[in-house]
């Protein structure tokens, strides 16, 4: 398994050891879309939810998760963010809520897993915020849409 970064020779996994790495500026940006029935759209612009304004709560879990991912995935290095931003706006030609998230910070690894935790947290919570009148809406496109700093970047948008 000594071809695999996240195995030890022994086949255990590892947090890989990034120390002798250089700090450097690192972003990461992710989105993700909640499908949802027309009648839910309806009753977030008309402010009908039970739950009341899932945008502003969505928006605030997402920032709370980009800052907890290193509890939740295991081999995620702790990082010290210094910027997350998320934003959940409706889509009415789609037929759901569009979320998109930006991190940076300087660090020694990336902030993808961050900006993708964000996204999908922000996403589940608009899900939690929108249940009592849409059980069937779907959680989709959850993806990783531009990485920079490090050894290479990414751009997918």
Do not use: W
Not at 63 to 85: E, F
Not at 108 to 132: P, Q, R, W
């Amino acid at each position: 398994m000594s071809d695999f970064s996240h195995y030890n020779n022994d086949t255990k996994a590892v947090m890989v050891n990034v120390s002798g790495k250089a700090i450097t500026e690192r972003t990461a940006k992710a989105h993700c879309f909640v499908r949802m029935n027309q009648e839910t759209i309806n009753a977030i612009q008309n402010e009908l939810l039970p739950k009341g304004d899932p945008f502003e709560v969505a928006r605030i879990a997402g920032i709370m998760a980009a800052k907890r991912t290193s509890d939740l995935i295991p081999m995620c290095h702790p990082l010290q963010i210094h910027y997350a931003d998320v934003q959940v706006k409706l889509d009415i030609e789609k037929s759901g809520v569009t979320i998109f998230s930006e991190i940076r910070l300087e660090g020694k690894t990336g902030a993808e897993m961050e900006a993708l935790t964000s996204a999908a947290v922000a996403a589940l919570t608009v899900y939690d915020m929108c249940k009592a009148v849409d059980k069937g809406m779907i959680i989709e496109e959850c993806r990783l849409l531009e990485k920079r700093g490090g050894k290479s970047d990414y751009i997918n948008l």
